[in-house]
Structure formats: structure tokens, C-alpha cells
């Protein structure tokens, strides 16, 4: 019998009444506006929720071209927008950055193994289509590179195209777990700057659709993972995808909740060995093709509103955490306000908080795979876009509470 837990909640988000009041005072006209804009703002990368749609069935691995079935319309308000923004806080960077947002048929997709699934061939035929792995296989996270080694290699197992070329998604089957799941290959690098061990007590803090839940069993067994989510339906489609590719023998480790996630560390003060912070943000890869200027504005107006929730998730994860514990913070966007001034103002507000770096032991190995911008301040690091590496936005930083 499968033993994963699931704790019910009203599906009336506390995130989006929280939205909703930062902005009573703009009228929508629709009730569907307001629909879109929950769905929107609590969104995670295009690619990690566009891949769970059904493309592909079984086992057949025969590859397709990265087109898209119809053209997306680019909200002309938001690229403005970002125009303006990105090409102050990018430089130079911008122009490429903004050529590969603007054409998704070029995005690139990442097929996350599944040590569970039955992977006989597949690894190898993945190879003789060009996919090369993201970082050095190991067998257990014993064996993985300790913090301030210079070079990474973790038990999980994630291949890239050398181009566009990418697999179709796999069916659910009652009875089979999947043997891949495809993604942005730059949503590993908070799961891979996490260094989850054996035995340790996790939570995914905002984890739907489930993708790094699922990578976090990739690469541990914890003692303990909860996988939480404010929405209800979220939760459901999380559940789901744990349910495809997870035995139910590892799931009896695994709790899926439904709780306003501002609210876990003053409830489970200091329970957690780690935690993660996949943060709702401005999803500059799907903001771009908002349905019209209506909703591109109403979009813009909630964007300015975003870093107060995710500062106040940051705080609640590093209440949540032990003392000695480390949480990562990450989005999908490139936004600065969003990025490295959350991180800024956790640090100023929070007490024996550090920030922990990454350079030598993680993003050094993956400059050969990942385009990083030069972020000023230097609070975290981020990912774009580039052509031929199509991987980002992705912002990840990693705390650590002191006392």
C-alpha cells in the first residue's frame, strides 16, 4: 500500500489573497484575470511544467525536434519592460539573453534519470543521440565532493542534447515508474547546491510541480522529505509526479502538505536539516507571452509585490532550519529585485544568517554547461540563457543559520 501522506487544505491559496491585498485598489475586470494571475505568479520554469503534458508514451526513445506546435504571441508591454530592467541590471548580456527568450524554438531540454526506473539501454542510446552528463556520476553522496573541493559529482543523473533534439514525455502507467524526466538542466543547480545526505530531514518548501523534489531523491535517501505546497491542485499534480517515478518504499519517507509556507517556521522552529526555497516569482520565460496587455499589466502591477512573499519565505525556511543547517534560495527569473535584493534584505533583517559560497565547489564545474552573469551585488549566482546553452534563468544562494 502506499504510504505518502497526504494532508489536505482549502484550495483558496494564502499566497494569492496575499497578492490580491498588495493591489486591492487595481479593479480587474475579469474573474478569470485573477485565475491567470494565481496560476502565473505560483508557476515554476516553462520547461519543468511544460514537460509534464503528455507528448511521448513508454519507452521508445526516439527523439524529436525542439519546435513548437503553435507560435506564442510576445506581449509587447513585457519586453519593454524588460528591456528596460534587464538591460541596466545585464549589460551587455541582455541582447543574447533576450534573443533565446524570444524564440522557443531553440530552449533546450535536460532528461533527469530515474535511478528507479528500469534503465536498461537507455543511457547508452542517450549517449549515441549526442547527450553528454551534466556533472560525474557517483554511486552514493558519501562520495560526492565535500564543501571548498573544487570540482562536483553527485549520485544524480542528467544528460543534455548537444542541440535542440528532445525526448518525448513519457506516460503514466500503473505498475511502471518512468525512466526520465525532461527539464531545464539550470533547475538542478538548487538541489545540487543543496548536498542533501542520507538520514537528513528536508523540506521543499514551495514544491510543486515536484521536479526537484524528485532530483532531491536522485540524489539521497532522507529521513525525511516534505514536499509542500499552498495550493491544493499543486499539490495534487505533485503527487502525481513523485507517484510516477518513486516505489512506493521510498515514498514512505515523503509527506506532501498543503501550508502557507510563511507559516512553517514559526510552527516547525528549527526541524529541518535543510531546506529549500524554489520561490514563486515573475517566470520570465512564460511573462513574456502574457495574453495581452490587460493581463501583461496586471502581471507588471503584482511583480513589484513578489520580493515581500519571497523575503518572508526565506525568513520562514531559516526559522525552519537547525542551527548548522543550510537553505537555498532560487528562482526563474533574472530580476534583481527579486534575486540578490531578497537575499540582501534577509541578511540585513535576520541575525546569525551567512551566506555561503558556491564558486569553487559548484559553479566553476558547471561553467563548462552554464552561462553565468556577472551579478552585482555578488549575492548568489544566476543563470542565462545563451544560444547553444539554452539553460536559465535560474538564481540559486545558500545560506547557512549560524544559532
Same mark, same amino acid.
Given at each position: 500500500m502506499l504510504s505518502l501522506k497526504y494532508l489536505p487544505r482549502t484550495i483558496f491559496s494564502d499566497y494569492f489573497l496575499y497578492i490580491r491585498g498588495c493591489f486591492s485598489n487595481f479593479h480587474a475586470s475579469t474573474t478569470c484575470l485573477e485565475?491567470? =494571475? @494565481?496560476n502565473l505568479l505560483y508557476k515554476k520554469s516553462q520547461s519543468e511544467q511544460s514537460t509534464k503534458q503528455v507528448t511521448?508514451?513508454? +519507452? $521508445?526513445? *526516439?527523439?524529436?525536434s525542439g519546435k513548437c506546435r503553435t507560435r506564442r504571441q510576445v506581449c509587447q508591454l513585457i519586453l519593454d519592460h524588460f528591456d528596460s530592467q534587464y538591460s541596466q541590471e545585464l549589460g551587455d548580456q541582455w541582447g543574447s539573453v533576450r534573443s533565446v527568450l524570444l524564440n522557443p524554438h531553440c530552449w533546450q531540454h535536460g532528461a533527469l534519470l530515474n535511478r528507479f526506473g528500469d534503465l536498461a539501454g537507455v543511457q547508452s542510446h542517450l549517449h549515441s543521440l549526442g547527450y553528454h552528463s551534466l556533472v560525474p556520476h557517483s554511486h552514493s553522496p558519501a562520495s560526492r565532493s565535500e564543501p571548498g573541493s573544487s570540482h562536483i559529482c553527485s549520485p544524480l543523473r542528467c544528460l543534455l542534447p548537444e542541440g535542440v533534439t528532445r525526448l518525448p514525455t513519457q $506516460?503514466?502507467?500503473?505498475?511502471?515508474l518512468k525512466q526520465y524526466y525532461l527539464l531545464n538542466a539550470a533547475?538542478? =543547480? !538548487? &538541489?545540487?547546491?543543496?548536498?542533501? $545526505?542520507?538520514?537528513?530531514?528536508?523540506?521543499?518548501?514551495?514544491? #510543486? /510541480?515536484?521536479?526537484?523534489? =524528485? #532530483?532531491?531523491?536522485?540524489?539521497?535517501? /532522507?529521513g525525511l522529505l516534505r514536499c509542500n505546497d499552498v495550493d491544493e491542485s499543486r499539490s495534487k499534480w505533485l503527487l502525481k509526479t513523485l507517484q510516477s517515478y518513486i516505489p512506493p518504499a521510498v515514498l514512505s519517507t515523503v509527506t506532501v502538505t498543503n501550508t502557507d509556507g510563511r507559516a512553517i517556521g514559526s510552527a516547525e !522552529?528549527?526541524? @529541518?536539516?535543510?531546506?529549500?526555497?524554489?520561490?514563486p516569482c515573475s517566470n520570465d520565460r512564460s511573462w513574456l507571452f502574457t495574453p495581452g496587455p490587460q493581463q501583461g499589466e496586471l502581471w507588471l502591477r503584482a511583480r513589484t509585490q513578489l520580493p515581500h512573499l519571497q523575503k518572508d519565505l526565506l525568513c520562514s525556511a531559516l526559522a525552519a532550519v537547525r542551527p548548522g543547517g543550510? &537553505?537555498?534560495?532560487? +528562482?526563474?527569473t533574472l530580476s534583481r529585485g527579486e534575486n540578490q535584493s531578497v537575499v540582501e534584505a534577509v541578511l540585513t533583517s535576520c541575525p546569525g544568517v551567512e551566506l555561503l559560497d558556491l564558486e569553487?565547489?559548484?559553479?566553476?564545474?558547471? *561553467?563548462?554547461?552554464?552561462?553565468? #552573469?556577472?551579478?552585482? !551585488? /555578488?549575492?548568489?549566482? =544566476?543563470?542565462? !540563457?545563451?544560444?547553444?546553452?539554452t539553460w536559465g534563468p535560474m538564481f540559486v544562494c545558500r545560506l547557512r543559520r549560524l544559532y
Open positions: 485565475v491567470d =494571475l @494565481y511521448g508514451a513508454g +519507452t $521508445r526513445l *526516439s527523439s524529436k $506516460r503514466h502507467r500503473a505498475g511502471w533547475s538542478l =543547480l !538548487p &538541489v545540487l547546491a543543496l548536498q542533501v $545526505r542520507d538520514g537528513e530531514k528536508v523540506l521543499d518548501l514551495c514544491s #510543486a /510541480p515536484g521536479g526537484k523534489a =524528485l #532530483a532531491v531523491l536522485q540524489e539521497a535517501m /532522507p !522552529p528549527q526541524v @529541518y536539516d535543510k531546506v529549500l526555497v524554489d520561490a543550510m &537553505v537555498v534560495y532560487s +528562482t526563474c569553487e565547489e559548484l559553479i566553476g564545474s558547471l *561553467s563548462q554547461h552554464f552561462t553565468f #552573469a556577472r551579478l552585482q !551585488p /555578488p549575492l548568489g549566482h =544566476l543563470v542565462v !540563457p545563451e544560444h547553444g546553452r
